[in-house]
């Protein structure tokens, strides 16, 4: 399995920005996105499972980022919104094939990791 992130920049706080992650290989059940700010430790963002869509989130980020796939593409999506400086952080996709929490939220549940994609937010 391989994994494959993109979509970083550097943005202003309040405005928008699209994640992407392609993968390639053995699909496993759930997708994830975890972060890595500055001086912290690297924390869940949210998941999804390949067959039903469920969706998980961290309380940061919900209401605010959509973790979305597509099959067809191999692809998954995360779209943020409403950024602030606090989410600034190198952002990591990866694989798992657990199905529930509490195991999505850890990421020793996540075989497969994707390089990051460094994303900026300044005011």
């Known amino acids: 399995v391989q994994l494959q992130a993109s979509g970083g920049g550097r943005v202003q706080v309040g405005n928008s920005l699209v994640l992407s992650c392609a993968t390639s290989g053995r699909r496993q059940n759930t997708m994830g996105w975890f972060r890595r700010a500055p001086g912290k430790e690297r924390e869940f963002v949210a998941s999804?499972?390949?067959?039903?869509?469920?969706?998980y989130y961290a309380d940061s980020v919900s209401g605010r980022f959509t973790i979305s796939s597509d099959s067809a593409k191999n692809t998954m999506y995360l779209r943020m919104i409403s950024l602030k400086p606090e989410d600034t952080a190198v952002y990591f996709c990866?694989?798992?094939?657990?199905?529930?929490?509490?195991?999505?939220?850890?990421?020793?549940?996540?075989?497969?990791w994707g390089k990051g994609t460094l994303v900026t937010v300044s005011s």
């Open positions: 999804i499972t390949w067959s039903n869509g469920i969706t």
């Open positions: 990866a694989s798992s094939n657990e199905y529930s929490t509490p195991y999505l939220y850890d990421q020793k549940s996540y075989h497969y």
